[in-house]
């Protein structure tokens, strides 16, 4: 996964110094996982809610059911 990121504050030229940083894949998966252990149930499902499509999420326990929470 390749990002633009800021890194640092140019002060001198009032500008943020910015990087193409690459993230191989089994990283993206530690800082999601990381991003998501921090929440508890609730916020996890507000946070998917919010951010992804009913397509993009769904239960594994039964994944016939729809969860309408």
Known sequence: MKIKLPINYDVPNQEEVVAQ???PSNKVRE????FFNKKN???RR???????????VYR??????HNNE
Not at 31 to 34: E, F
Not at 46 to 54: I, P, Q, S, V
Request: proline share 4%; charged share 30%; glycine share 0%.
């Open 46 to 56: 507000k946070w998917l809610k919010k951010n992804l499509t009913e397509i993009d």
């Open 41 to 43: 149930y609730a916020q």
């Open 60 to 65: 594994l326990d039964n994944p016939d059911e």
């Open 21 to 23: 940083v690459t993230i």
């Open 31 to 34: 800082i999601v996982m990381n």
